[in-house]
């Protein structure tokens, strides 16, 4: 397995076990691919959930621009939601899974298609 592979473990592992939920492994694996090199980068592989400006970005470039949902409120309620899902206080919330939580509240998969 490549590392890819076992991040991908890792965020399938984070779903089940942190988030009560039973990942759909291709569309996971699709998520972490569409998210590039920054899956690779500490930093950049999670989501600080406590910035503003975090959930902005992910609101933008994630939301907006991938998923193509149109700007309101209810993009921030559901940042905040898959948050609370993750667990506010759980340190390392992985950027591929939150994507991958949002895309489902969406049913967004077929962007991924």
């Known amino acids: ?11 399938a592992d984070d779903l089940r076990n942190k988030c009560g939920m039973n990942p759909d492994m291709d569309l996971l694996r699709k998520v972490t691919i569409g998210c590039g090199p920054a899956v690779y980068d500490a930093d950049a592989s999670t989501v600080a959930a406590g910035q503003e400006h975090e959930l902005e970005t992910v609101k933008n ?15 921030m309620d559901a940042i905040n939601e898959v948050i609370e899902t993750y667990g506010r206080s759980e340190r390392n919330k992985y950027r591929a899974v939150v ?13 991924y298609g």
């Open 99 to 111: 994507y991958y939580m949002l895309t489902k509240k969406f049913g967004k998969e077929s962007v």
């Open 1 to 11: 397995m490549g590392r890819r592979d076992d991040l991908i473990a890792t965020y």
């Open 61 to 75: 470039n994630f939301l907006i621009k991938k998923l193509g949902l149109a700007d309101g409120p209810q993009l």
